[in-house]
């Protein structure tokens, strides 16, 4: 895995917790390559809204003190590893076998720092639909994306559809 694509699906992992969704084919790939028990709800309870904060932090281009308080509280620690089928070396955030929440905030910590300090690569935002709380992470080519799914996209799209019609019929 490249380190761009590390930094990316370390965010994508972090968006996908704050946003509270099912475990994906991706966190069980970092759980299982980085020898990671599944954290319990209970667990997640301290590590959730300093993500929570710190990925709004990002998204909205705010103050950098929520990241800052994430890297305190879970101060990443630089592994250099070669475990990918390519074996090449490349920086990991925390030691493999960690207690899931510790290797989840370290993690997670460092990859949100790279975002917000401009990785190009990377850009994580929030969703423009009325009354959607999520993020996403955008990784279209020209990131234009604004909405976290198609169905906000649509939702966004049909609401607009309809009050420029309802604009035009008042006005006829």
């Avoid at 084919?25 to 301290?46: K, M, N, T, V």
């Avoid at 929440?101 to 423009?128: E, F, K, N, Y």
Wanted: proline share 5%.
């Amino acid at each position: 895995m490249q380190y761009i694509a590390y930094i990316g699906n370390m965010a994508k992992l972090t968006v996908e917790l704050v946003n509270g969704d099912d475990p994906s084919e991706l966190r069980h790939e970092f759980f299982g390559q980085h020898h990671i028990a599944a954290p319990r709800a209970d667990e997640l309870a301290r590590l959730l809204p300093l993500l929570r904060d710190a990925v709004a932090t990002v998204a909205d281009a705010g103050s950098i003190e929520p990241v800052n308080v994430l890297l305190e509280t879970f101060p990443p620690t630089m592994i250099v590893s070669s475990h990918d089928e390519t074996g090449t070396p490349h920086l990991h955030f925390a030691r493999d076998g960690e207690d899931a929440v510790s290797w989840l905030g370290r993690s997670c910590a460092a990859a949100l720092a790279h975002v917000i300090c401009g990785d190009p690569h990377v850009t994580v935002g929030r969703c423009q639909a009325d009354g959607c709380e999520r993020f996403y992470v955008d990784d279209s080519r020209n990131r234009s994306r604004r909405f976290c799914s198609n169905t906000c996209a649509s939702r966004t799209t049909v609401a607009a559809y309809r009050a420029r019609r309802k604009s035009q019929d008042a006005g006829a």
